[in-house]
């Protein structure tokens, strides 16, 4: 049976080669620089390894303590690889060439594919990984051409974060439509406030907040020239020709986003959850949570899912291991477990009954739960082909902000560009 490095090389070749980033390339230039001989040194019987993007001091610790928790009663201990988000996929790469991959892969969601798509990840169910009682859009997250490879602790999505005081004073009520955002917008925009902030960056922070719009509008990114994702490209255009929005939106990365918020400058915001500790620390803006507009009253909202999943490397020299390494991820996935993970970290539950114990204990994060419910992964449909698209997409609503294309011609450019790449 081929190694995980050796299926990476055969899945490249398949595909013209992988992006995350540049799989087969990444692969021969680390094991080129690195001298890696693939032979590694003998591992721990009593030590599970798990890579991860933990490198802040703070969420490294609180996940040891969490590990400590699962490994004692298994009788091992659990030692933690951490190096950045970015760099996660390169670092696998080095260690399957050199056969010392950790047990646990912490990968992010949109990366799983990639690595699916090898045949170098035990499907969850072969690892003894109990997969019931999960929302559909986490399992979504975490599967591969219908078979479920990675698992989520929790995950995060996007909502309408607004500056309560300003509604109130301007008689606004938190807008449920796309009509009703653009009303609300402008007449909460005054002075040096605007009254909508987004992030139109050509990268991912750009796409993640604009699939909302794009999905809830009908959107398809399979067939991006459906004549539906258009208007909200013309949404987005027509906040910014109101003056509700800046134009500097298609610089601004989901931070600046939440910068311009906590200044005032702006009195609604699309964001996620991982704004919440900046938030809750500052004293200036009192602030609270709703569901994403919809372009019709009625309709659901369906952001995107996004998050980590844990997912297990085959070892087929050592089976032990892998039964190891799914016993301790059915412990960290416990509803218990969970409901506290995701209180520690601001992120809502994959268990469905943790996820409504989270919303219930955290009512000012409740959208975020209810969200979750009907968000989308976005390598749902597809799969290894979603770099592509995403690019297509900034392209998009690039291009029809800063006033070079219409709608219906960006749309039409992005299925050209999406179909050229695959």
Same mark, same amino acid.
């Given at each position: 049976?081929?190694?995980?490095?050796?299926?990476?090389?055969?899945?490249?070749?398949?595909?013209?080669?992988?992006?995350?980033?540049? $799989?087969?390339?990444?692969?021969?230039?680390?094991?080129?620089?690195?001298?890696?001989?693939?032979?590694?040194?003998?591992?721990?019987?009593?030590?599970?390894?798990?890579?991860?993007?933990?490198?802040?001091?703070?969420?490294?610790?609180?996940?040891?303590?969490?590990?400590?928790?699962?490994?004692?009663?298994?009788?091992?201990?659990?030692?933690?690889?951490?190096?950045?988000?970015?760099?996660?996929?390169?670092?696998?790469?080095?260690?399957?060439?050199?056969?010392?991959?950790?047990?646990?892969?912490?990968?992010?969601?949109?990366?799983?594919?990639?690595?699916?798509?090898?045949?170098?990840?035990?499907?969850?169910?072969?690892?003894?990984?109990?997969?019931?009682?999960?929302?559909?859009?986490?399992?979504?997250?975490?599967?591969?051409?219908?078979?479920?490879?990675?698992?989520?602790?929790?995950?995060?999505?996007?909502?309408?974060?607004?500056?309560?005081?300003?509604?109130?004073?301007?008689?606004?009520?938190?807008?449920?439509?796309?009509?009703?955002?653009?009303?609300?917008?402008?007449?909460?925009?005054?002075?040096?406030?605007?009254?909508?902030? +987004?992030?139109?960056?050509?990268?991912?922070?750009?796409?993640?907040?604009?699939?909302? +719009? +794009?999905?809830?509008?009908?959107?398809?990114?399979?067939?991006?020239?459906?004549?539906?994702?258009?208007?909200?490209?013309?949404?987005?255009?027509?906040?910014?020709?109101?003056?509700?929005?800046?134009?500097?939106? =298609?610089?601004?990365?989901?931070?600046?986003?939440?910068?311009?918020?906590?200044?005032?400058?702006?009195?609604?915001?699309?964001?996620?959850?991982?704004?919440?500790?900046? $938030?809750?620390?500052?004293?200036?803006?009192?602030?609270?949570?709703?569901?994403?507009?919809?372009?019709?009253?009625?309709?659901?909202? =369906?952001?995107?899912?996004?998050?980590?999943?844990?997912?297990?490397?085959?070892?087929?020299?050592?089976?032990?291991?892998?039964?190891?390494?799914?016993?301790?991820?059915?412990? $960290?996935?416990?509803?218990?477990?969970?409901?506290?993970?995701?209180?520690? =970290?601001?992120?809502?539950?994959?268990?469905?009954?943790?996820?409504?114990?989270?919303?219930?204990?955290?009512?000012?994060?409740?959208?975020?739960?209810?969200?979750?419910?009907?968000?989308?992964?976005?390598?749902?449909?597809?799969?290894?082909?979603?770099?592509?698209?995403?690019?297509?997409?900034?392209?998009?609503?690039?291009?029809?902000?800063?006033?070079?294309?219409?709608?219906?011609?960006?749309?039409?450019?992005?299925?050209?560009?999406?179909?050229?790449?695959?």
């Amino acid at each position: 049976m081929p190694s995980l490095a050796g299926r990476i090389r055969a899945g490249a070749a398949r595909t013209g080669g992988l992006r995350v980033p540049a $799989l087969a390339a990444t692969l021969a230039c680390a094991t080129a620089a690195l001298g890696l001989t693939g032979c590694a040194a003998e591992p721990d019987p009593g030590t599970v390894t798990v890579l991860n993007s933990a490198t802040d001091t703070a969420e490294h610790t609180a996940n040891q303590q969490f590990f400590d928790r699962c490994a004692k009663p298994l009788g091992v201990k659990v030692e933690q690889v951490s190096v950045p988000a970015d760099q996660v996929a390169s670092k696998v790469l080095r260690m399957a060439s050199s056969d010392s991959l950790t047990d646990i892969l912490e990968l992010d969601g949109s990366e799983l594919p990639q690595f699916a798509q090898t045949e170098g990840l035990r499907p969850l169910k072969e690892a003894g990984v109990d997969t019931s009682g999960f929302s559909a859009s986490a399992t979504s997250l975490g599967s591969y051409d219908g078979v479920q490879y990675g698992i989520a602790r929790s995950v995060n999505s996007l909502a309408l974060i607004y500056n309560t005081e300003l509604l109130q004073e301007a008689g606004i009520d938190p807008p449920r439509t796309w009509a009703e955002l653009r009303e609300a917008a402008k007449k909460l925009t005054a002075g040096d406030t605007y009254g909508m902030a +987004f992030s139109a960056s050509p990268n991912a922070d750009g796409v993640y907040q604009f699939l909302p +719009f +794009f999905w809830s509008a009908g959107g398809d990114e399979a067939k991006l020239d459906n004549g539906k994702g258009e208007a909200a490209l013309q949404l987005w255009k027509d906040l910014v020709a109101d003056g509700s929005a800046s134009r500097s939106v =298609v610089n601004w990365n989901q931070q600046d986003v939440n910068d311009q918020f906590v200044a005032g400058r702006a009195a609604m915001m699309i964001n996620g959850p991982w704004q919440v500790p900046v $938030l809750s620390a500052q004293k200036n803006v009192d602030w609270a949570v709703a569901s994403i507009p919809v372009p019709e009253a009625g309709k659901a909202a =369906v952001p995107p899912i996004g998050g980590t999943v844990m997912a297990v490397p085959k070892n087929e020299d050592d089976p032990a291991r892998e039964k190891k390494a799914g016993e301790l991820l059915n412990c $960290l996935n416990s509803e218990q477990n969970q409901l506290q993970w995701g209180e520690s =970290v601001n992120n809502v539950p994959t268990r469905a009954a943790a996820a409504q114990a989270y919303a219930a204990q955290n009512p000012k994060l409740a959208a975020f739960a209810d969200l979750v419910t009907t968000a989308r992964s976005r390598t749902a449909q597809v799969g290894t082909g979603w770099p592509v698209v995403g690019d297509a997409l900034a392209g998009a609503f690039q291009s029809v902000l800063t006033g070079r294309t219409s709608p219906e011609q960006a749309m039409h450019r992005a299925q050209q560009q999406a179909s050229a790449g695959k």
